[in-house]
Nanobody
Framework: VQLQASGGGLVQAGGSVRLSCTAS????????MAWYRQAPGAQRELAAS???????NYADSVKGRFTVSRDNAQNTMYLEMNNLKPQDTAVYYC?????????????WGQGTLVTVSS
């Protein structure tokens, strides 16, 4: 199982970026999907998550600005980030809890950098 994230880049404060993450390989089910982020010198933190039923959860710092969604048919998760602030600058990692023939475990994407300039 592999996760491929894309969509990062440089954006001005107040701008928008859309990230995507697609799972590929042999598996039965994607249980939950989540976006984490790690700012320079900081610990990795949960930004947003979405479960099988579509219920979402957001960090307080991104509520009202970020929207997480999923396309189950395409095994893909998105993160729409609006009204970006310099403090949103971080490497964004996607993570999925996936069930295969032998286990249910978390998989991680390679990370995509989002830089917000002031």
């Amino acid at each position: 199982v592999q996760l491929q994230a894309s969509g990062g880049g440089l954006v001005q404060a107040g701008g928008s970026v859309r990230l995507s993450c697609t799972a590929s390989g042999n598996f039965f089910k994607i249980v939950t999907m989540a976006w984490y982020r790690q700012a320079p010198g900081a610990q990795r933190e949960l930004a947003a998550s979405i479960n099988t039923g579509g219920s979402t959860n957001y960090a307080d710092s991104v509520k009202g600005r970020f929207t997480v969604s999923r396309d189950n048919a395409q095994n893909t998760m998105y993160l729409e980030m609006n009204n970006l602030k310099p403090q949103d600058t971080a490497v964004y990692y996607c993570s999925m809890l996936i069930t295969t023939t032998t286990e249910t475990t978390h998989y991680w994407g390679q990370g995509t950098l989002v830089t917000v300039s002031s």
